[in-house]
Nanobody
Framework: QVQLVESGGGLVQEGGSLRLSCAASGRTFGRYAMGWFRQGPEKERDFVAAITWSGGSTYYADSVKGRFTISRDNAKNTVYLQMNSLKPEDTAVYYC?????????????????WGQGTQVTVSS
């Protein structure tokens, strides 16, 4: 069982930056691949970024490549999402999730555990 708690969301102006954190409970954090998803108003939950258990591989949605960076610190049981050059269309609730397998990291179906989400609002 893994419990995930996101933090770091907020209101930021277009072009600004935020860093989201996701703290995980449990001693087995390092066994899970981790991902970030987001869900805007009246939209589906979309893949943003993912990282393998070792941090050796990362994956990004095309819409955030070059602007967002996912990283993890297994000693702190935490995964991060650094978001730069934010745009109004990045406005959403951001969720972190844990996956046992790396087979479906770009799909919400590939994840077993989810956090409650943190709101990110980018004003123009």
């Amino acid at each position: 069982q893994v419990q995930l708690v996101e933090s770091g969301g907020g209101l930021v102006q277009e072009g600004g930056s935020l860093r989201l954190s996701c703290a995980a409970s449990g001693r087995t954090f390092g066994r899970y691949a981790m991902g970030w998803f987001r869900q805007g108003p009246e939209k589906e939950r979309d893949f943003v970024a993912a990282i393998t258990w070792s941090g050796g591989s990362t994956y990004y949605a095309d819409s955030v490549k070059g602007r967002f960076t996912i990283s993890r610190d297994n000693a702190k049981n935490t995964v991060y999402l650094q978001m730069n050059s934010l745009k109004p269309e990045d406005t959403a609730v951001y969720y972190c999730a844990a996956a046992v397998s790396t087979m479906l990291l770009a799909s919400s179906r590939g994840y077993t555990y989810w956090g409650q989400g943190t709101q990110v609002t980018v004003s123009s």
